[in-house]
């Protein structure tokens, strides 16, 4: 369980730098250069996101229950998930009615996907990691909407939210068509 937590500690920790401080961001960027503060941050992204995939792994096995998921409340991840595919997707795809109206496609969908999760799982692992997302991404998404609305390169379009939501759900087929099971060992449909 150390490696899960340790990975989330690098993971989160570099991709919470403008929540405690965008000053702070600046000013590193700023005396590191921007190639060396990107290859730094990519650095210790990478490095977290294997400690986390690994710990996750190994913190499966035998995990203690902290929770029984409520049954009803189970299956709400399969509408949470696929909208936060959406989301992921939005914050990708050409500037579209979703980006502009959401701002942070990308935190508010983690926070989705993290949340469909908790509702669905309650071994401590699983806690750990999908509760530390949940609280990060609303902790993000929540700083983020005090700072100055992103500056989109050109108007919004339909065109991007149609891209946004088709590619949206064919992943979210996809996963729920069995890619979840072959990864992970798990059936969102079980």
Known sequence: ????????????????FRIVSETGRANTQRRLGEARFKGAYSLLSIIGLVLVVYGYGWGREGQAALYEPVPGLRHLALILV???FVLVAAAYAPAGHIKKAVRHPMVLGTALWA???????????DVIL????FVWAVLDYLNSLG????????????????????????????????LHLWLFGVSPLA
Request: glycine share 14%.
């Open 115 to 125: 949340l469909g999760h908790l509702l669905s799982n309650g071994g401590m692992a």
């Open 147 to 178: 700072r100055n609305a992103p500056v989109l390169s050109e108007p919004p379009r339909v065109v991007g939210d149609v891209a946004a939501i088709a590619i949206g759900l064919v992943l979210s087929a996809i996963f729920v068509g069995g």
């Open 82 to 84: 696929p909208a936060a």
């Open 1 to 16: 369980m150390i490696t899960l937590i340790i990975g989330l500690c690098i993971f989160l920790g570099i991709h919470s």
């Open 130 to 133: 999908f509760a530390a997302f």
